[in-house]
C-alpha cells in the first residue's frame, strides 16, 4: 500500500472529511490536497528548499519588513490629515500618493502591514493554544466521551464563520481589533483541532508510542513528548495557512468596518474607502488590494513550500533514495 | 451463505436517520448559543429604547411589552418556538416584525450564492480536469499557477476589480444597486452579473485546484488503468469512471465552499450595494437593532448546518465504501 493510499484509508476508517487533512482548510475550502503534485511522487526529491518556499518566505518577509519598518520610520505620519495633499498624485516625497485627506499611501500600507500580521499573530496564536490540545486529546482517546464532546463542539463552533462571530461580538462590545482577532481566531480553532487530531490518530499507532506505553509513561508525557513533535510539522504548516486565511478575513472585517478602527491604517479599511473614489482615482485601490493579494498569496505559498520541505514521508524517502 | 444485501436505500437508512438527528441537535445547540450571546448580554433594551431619562415605571411596563421581564429560558423557548413558525419577533428598534424583512432579503442572497457557486463550477470543472489531464505540460502548470493567484485574491477585492474594468473603464454594467426580475430579466441580469462573477471567480480558483487534486488522484487509479487495458479510450475510461470517483472529494469541498460563499455574499452585498440578508444584518448591526441580528445570525449558521448535511449525505450516497 502506497502512502498515499495508507493516508486516504486513514480517512475512511476514521470517518475524517477533507478537512481533517494538515494544512487544508475545512470551511474556508482554502489550501490543496496536499498529495497532488507532481512533486509529491516518490523519486522526485523533496525536503530541500522549493520555489514556493523560497516565493513565499520573500513575500512574507517583505510584509514583515515593512511592519518592522513602519515603527521606526514612515515617509510621512500615516495618519495625519493634510488638506494640501489631497488626492495627490505619486511623486515627490509621496511615492504612491496620498488619499481623500491627504494621507501618505505608502506610509499607511507599512502600518497596514503591521495591523494585518497582529492581527493575524494574534488569531492564529488563539486558534493554535485552543485548537492544537484539543485534537491532541480527541486524537489520543478516541473513542473515549472526551473527544466525542470535542468534535461536537468543534462542529458546532465550525459552523460560525469569522465574520459573523466577528459581527456578532461587534454588535454586543462594539467592532475592533480586539472584537475581530477573537472572532477569527475563535474560527480558526476547528480547522486547528481537526488537522491536530488527524495527525495524532496517525502518530498513535506508531511502534514509538506503543514503547513509551509499554514503558509505563503516562499520557500526558506521551502527548508532549512524543505526540507534540511529531505533530509539530503539521502544526506549522497549519499555522502558515490559516494565517492567509486569517488576513482575508481582517481584510473583510475591516472593509465592513467590523476590524480594526480609524485611524489606524488597515488594508481592508484603504479598500473600503477607496471605492467611491474609484471613478476618479483607483489606484488607492490598486495598492491595498495588491498588499492583500501578495500576503496571502506568500502565506499560501509557504505553507505548500513548508508541507514540503517538512513532510517526513518525503525526507525518508529522500534518505533513501 | 452471505448475508443478503439490504441494497443502497436500506444501507442508508439508519445513517439519514442519526445524521437528520445530529441537524436537529446541533441546530437546536446553536439557537441556545446564539441567544445566549446576543440575549444575555448587558444592555437592556428597554432602556435602550426609552433614553436616559426614561421613569423606572415606563422602563418596567416597556420591558413588560418586550417579554425581556420574564426570565432567560422562558424567553428562549418563547423566540425558539417562534423560529420554528417562521417567527422572528418583532424588533425593539424598528417595532417590525423581523420574519418578513428576512423572508424578503432570502432570495437575494440565494440568487447571488447560487449564481457564484454555478460561475465556480462552470470554469472550474473543465479547468481543474483539463489541468490534472495535461499536468505534465505547460497549460497545466499555468492553470496551477493562475488559480494560485486567484485563491489570494478575496471576492470582495475582486468585485472592486469587476467595477473598475466593467463599471468605470468600459461603463458596460452599472456598479452597483438590484432590479428585481419583475421589473425586467434583462436588467436583473446586468445588475447580478459582476456579483455573479466576484464571488465565483474566487471559488472556482479554489474548487479548480480540489478538481484538479482529485481527477489526479483517480487518473493514478488501478481500475482506471484496467479500464483502459480493455480498450477504452483515456477519455471514455475518464468519463465512465472516473469522473463519479473524483466527484466525491470534490463535492464535500463545493459544500464547505458553498458556506464559504455565503458568508462571502454578506460581504460583495456591500460592495455592490445588493439588498440581501448581509446588508440587512449589516444595518441591524448599526441600527443596535440585536434582535434582528440574531434572527439574521441564526438563519446564516442554520444555512450553514443544513448545507453541512447536505453534503454529509451526498458524500455517504455518493460513495459506497462508507456503508
Not at chain 1, 465550525?158 to 482577532?181: E, I, R, S
Request: glycine share 12%.
Amino acid at each position: 500500500m502506497t502512502g498515499r493510499k495508507a493516508r486516504w484509508m486513514t480517512r475512511w476508517t476514521t470517518g475524517g472529511r477533507p478537512g481533517d487533512r494538515p494544512g487544508e482548510q475545512p470551511g474556508e475550502g482554502r489550501g490543496d490536497l496536499p498529495d497532488d503534485r507532481p512533486g509529491r511522487r516518490p523519486g522526485r526529491p523533496g525536503g530541500r528548499l522549493n520555489a514556493g518556499l523560497l516565493a513565499g518566505g520573500a513575500l512574507v518577509g517583505l510584509v514583515a519588513l515593512a511592519a518592522v519598518a513602519s515603527f521606526f520610520w514612515t515617509p510621512h505620519d500615516p495618519t495625519l490629515v493634510d488638506a494640501a495633499q489631497r488626492l495627490r498624485e505619486p511623486g515627490g516625497g509621496y511615492l504612491l500618493g496620498a488619499d481623500k485627506f491627504g494621507r501618505d499611501t505608502f506610509s499607511q500600507l507599512m502600518v497596514g502591514a503591521r495591523t494585518t500580521l497582529y492581527v493575524g499573530v494574534v488569531a492564529v496564536g488563539i486558534a493554535a493554544v485552543l485548537g492544537a490540545p484539543l485534537g491532541v486529546i480527541a486524537g489520543m482517546t478516541p473513542r473515549g466521551w472526551l473527544s466525542e464532546l470535542i468534535m461536537r463542539v468543534n462542529d458546532l463552533v465550525f459552523a460560525f464563520p469569522a465574520l459573523l462571530l466577528a459581527v456578532m461580538l461587534g454588535a454586543v462590545y462594539g467592532p475592533g481589533t480586539l472584537t475581530a482577532m477573537i472572532a477569527i481566531g475563535v474560527a480558526t480553532v476547528p480547522a486547528f483541532a481537526r488537522v491536530a487530531r488527524a495527525a495524532t490518530l496517525q502518530v498513535m499507532v506508531t511502534d514509538y508510542i506503543l514503547a513509551a506505553r509499554a514503558a509505563g509513561r503516562r499520557r500526558p508525557a506521551i502527548a508532549v513528548r512524543h505526540v507534540l513533535p511529531n505533530i509539530a510539522s503539521v502544526l506549522i504548516v497549519q499555522a502558515s495557512v490559516s494565517f492567509a486565511i486569517a488576513i482575508l478575513a481582517e481584510a473583510a472585517l475591516s472593509f465592513l468596518g467590523f476590524g480594526t478602527r480609524p485611524p489606524i491604517p488597515s488594508w481592508g479599511r484603504m479598500l473600503q474607502e477607496s471605492q467611491e473614489l474609484l471613478f476618479s482615482t483607483p489606484r488607492l485601490a490598486l495598492w491595498p488590494g495588491l498588499a492583500i493579494a501578495l500576503a496571502v498569496l506568500g502565506f499560501n505559498l509557504l505553507g505548500d513550500g513548508l508541507r514540503d520541505f517538512l513532510d517526513p514521508r518525503l525526507r525518508r524517502i529522500r534518505a533513501e533514495g | 451463505m452471505t448475508p443478503p444485501n439490504p441494497g443502497p436505500a436500506g444501507a442508508a437508512a439508519p445513517y439519514l436517520v442519526k445524521r437528520v438527528a445530529v441537524l436537529l441537535a446541533s441546530t437546536a445547540v446553536a439557537a441556545v448559543a446564539v441567544f445566549a450571546f446576543m440575549a444575555l448580554l448587558p444592555g437592556d433594551p428597554a432602556e435602550i429604547a426609552l433614553g436616559v431619562n426614561a421613569t423606572p415605571e415606563a422602563v418596567a411596563e416597556l420591558r413588560r411589552q418586550f417579554g425581556t421581564d420574564r426570565p432567560p429560558a422562558v424567553r428562549f423557548l418563547d423566540w425558539f418556538g417562534g423560529l420554528l413558525q417562521g417567527d422572528f419577533g418583532t424588533s425593539y428598534v424598528t417595532s417590525a416584525p423581523i420574519g418578513p424583512q428576512i423572508a424578503d432579503r432570502l432570495g437575494v442572497t440565494v440568487v447571488l450564492v447560487a449564481g457564484g457557486m454555478a460561475v465556480a463550477l462552470a470554469l472550474a470543472v473543465p479547468l481543474g480536469t483539463f489541468a490534472a489531464v495535461h499536468h505534465r505540460n505547460p497549460l497545466g502548470a499555468a492553470i496551477s499557477a493562475v488559480s494560485q493567484i486567484g485563491i489570494a485574491v478575496p471576492a470582495f477585492l475582486a468585485g472592486i476589480l469587476l467595477v473598475f474594468v466593467f463599471a468605470v473603464r468600459a461603463q458596460a454594467l452599472p456598479s452597483g444597486g438590484y432590479v428585481p426580475l419583475a421589473d425586467g430579466p434583462g436588467e436583473w441580469l446586468r445588475h447580478l452579473l459582476m456579483p455573479w462573477l466576484s464571488l465565483g471567480l474566487v471559488q472556482g480558483a479554489v474548487l479548480t485546484r480540489y478538481v484538479r487534486s482529485a481527477v489526479l488522484d483517480v487518473m493514478r487509479e488501478d481500475y482506471l488503468r484496467t479500464a483502459r487495458a480493455k480498450g477504452r479510450g483515456s477519455t471514455g475510461a475518464l468519463w465512465r469512471h472516473g469522473l463519479r470517483n473524483a466527484s466525491i472529494p470534490v463535492v464535500t469541498v463545493l459544500g464547505l465552499q458553498l458556506a464559504t460563499l455565503l458568508i462571502g455574499a454578506v460581504v460583495v452585498e456591500r460592495v455592490f450595494v445588493l439588498p440581501g440578508l448581509g446588508d440587512l444584518l449589516l444595518s441591524g448591526v448599526a441600527g443596535r437593532d440585536l434582535l434582528l441580528v440574531q434572527g439574521v445570525v441564526m438563519v446564516l449558521v442554520a444555512a450553514v448546518l443544513l448545507i453541512n448535511f447536505v453534503v454529509d449525505v451526498a458524500y455517504h450516497l455518493l460513495d459506497p465504501r462508507l456503508r
